[in-house]
Structures are given as C-alpha cells and as structure tokens.
C-alpha cells in the first residue's frame, strides 16, 4: 500500500531564532541526493535483516517529511525484498507536551492502513533532536492499538535529548550546536534532495549575510 502525499508545510522549529531578529545563514552541505540515497538503501537493508525479513513491519511516517522518508524506505524494501511494507502517516501535534505554550498546528491526518496491533512499528522521522515529538509519537500510537514492538528510524541524530530515547536506524549521526538549525530536503517535499546545517550570523559573517541566505524549508523539531 502508498501512503497518502506528503504535505508541503513544516512544523515550527525548536531551534531558537537569532537574538539580533536577524536570518540563518547556510554553514555547511552535509549530504547530497546521491548520499541521501546510500542512506535510504542502508536503513532499508538494516531494517529488513534486525527483523529478520519485513513481512509483518509496518512503517508510520511523522509528518512532514518524516511520511516521505518512511515512503522511500518502503520503495526500497519492496525492491530488495519483494515485500509490499505498509505505510501510515501520524500527526502528533494534540499529544506534544508544550500544548499552551504555542499554537497547535496539525499537519495532516492520521492513517494507518492496517491494525498496529502485534506488528513492528517503526516510527519514521527526518531528524531526531529532543525527542520530545518521538513521545508524542509514543502516545499517539497506543491510541491505535497495541504493537509487537516499536522502533525509531531517522535521517539525521542531531544530539541534544531531553528524553531518554535513542533511533535504531540512524542515516547520519551529525554533531551540532544547539543554536543551529538542520535543514532536510527532500523531493516530495522540497523539490530537491540534500541536507545543510544552518546557524545564526557570527560577527564575521553579519555582513555578507544578505548573500548566503536560502529559501530551504526548515526542519520542525523531531522525535
């Protein structure tokens, strides 16, 4: 089965604005779409052999581009291994724990193809940050059903947990400072695929900010 189309809007970023009001500025390219693509076909391959085969996964995308990664994956999946995975889209914004704080902005609705109940879960997200969305996740999840087992496949780990959650499929671990900003692209979504790592000004780079800032869409705070 397809999962419905990803959408085109992004979660508000929890990575802090810059204090002078001002824009990010693009600090460095760190995967290519030919990257991207190595990444994709390693998660698949390891998802495939820790489960001993893909006949009773099932792989729930965390809007937005978290449904677009678990999409790729399953295409990958049903090419090396002849499975048809299926793939559902979860919305957690009515079980995040910083509801009053800001504004609740669904991005799409929920849909699970098939019972949850006695498959494995993998929760699919483009980047793993606090983890405080991955345990919005968690208790969405237990609304749909009970699962054999519950795993967590990302694009990039980021660091920085407030939560003790940890992916078992990871595409790139990647060191940065909290005040930056990871940027995820993906075609479904962007029009493009790659990933960029993006900061606030420093003091040498204030003044030719007017020429390296972008129009890349900004990655939401991830599970």
Same mark, same amino acid.
């Given at each position: 089965?397809?999962?419905?189309?990803?959408?085109?809007?992004?979660?508000?970023?929890?990575?802090?604005?810059?204090?002078? $009001?001002?824009?990010?500025?693009?600090?460095?390219?760190?995967?290519?779409?030919?990257?991207?693509?190595?990444?994709?076909?390693?998660?698949?391959?390891?998802? +495939?052999?820790?489960?001993?085969?893909? $006949?009773? +996964?099932?792989?729930?995308?965390?809007?937005?581009?978290?449904?677009?990664?678990?999409?790729?994956?399953?295409?990958?999946?049903?090419?090396?291994?002849?499975?048809?995975?299926? %793939?559902?889209?979860?919305?957690?914004?009515?079980?995040?724990?910083?509801?009053?704080?800001?504004? %609740?902005?669904?991005?799409?609705?929920?849909?699970?193809?098939?019972?949850?109940?006695?498959?494995?879960?993998?929760?699919?997200?483009?980047?793993?940050?606090?983890?405080?969305?991955?345990?919005?996740?968690?208790?969405?999840?237990?609304?749909? $059903?009970?699962?054999?087992? +519950?795993?967590?496949?990302?694009?990039?780990?980021? =660091?920085?947990?407030?939560?003790?959650?940890?992916?078992?499929?990871?595409?790139?671990?990647?060191?940065?400072?909290?005040?930056?900003?990871?940027?995820?692209?993906? +075609?479904?979504?962007? =029009?493009?695929?790659?990933?960029?790592?993006?900061?606030?000004?420093?003091?040498?780079?204030?003044?030719?900010?007017?020429?390296?800032?972008?129009?890349?869409?900004?990655?939401?705070?991830? $599970?």
């Amino acid at each position: 089965m397809t999962a419905p189309a990803a959408g085109t809007s992004a979660q508000p970023t929890s990575t802090p604005e810059p204090p002078d $009001g001002g824009s990010f500025l693009l600090r460095a390219h760190v995967l290519d779409a030919e990257d991207l693509r190595r990444a994709f076909t390693r998660i698949a391959h390891e998802i +495939v052999e820790h489960n001993h085969g893909a $006949g009773n +996964v099932l792989l729930i995308g965390l809007y937005t581009r978290g449904l677009a990664v678990a999409q790729r994956l399953a295409d990958v999946i049903q090419q090396v291994e002849g499975v048809t995975v299926p %793939v559902g889209a979860l919305d957690v914004a009515f079980f995040r724990d910083d509801i009053g704080l800001r504004p %609740v902005q669904p991005l799409g609705p929920t849909e699970v193809p098939v019972d949850v109940t006695g498959t494995v879960v993998i929760l699919v997200d483009d980047v793993l940050f606090t983890g405080r969305t991955v345990r919005a996740a968690l208790d969405a999840l237990t609304e749909l $059903g009970r699962p054999k087992a +519950v795993q967590l496949a990302v694009l990039v780990d980021r =660091g920085h947990r407030e939560l003790p959650i940890r992916a078992d499929y990871v595409g790139k671990n990647l060191p940065t400072k909290r005040s930056e900003d990871v940027r995820v692209r993906l +075609v479904e979504v962007d =029009g493009a695929d790659g990933i960029e790592i993006w900061g606030p000004p420093t003091s040498s780079s204030s003044s030719s900010s007017s020429t390296t800032t972008g129009t890349t869409s900004t990655t939401r705070e991830s $599970g």
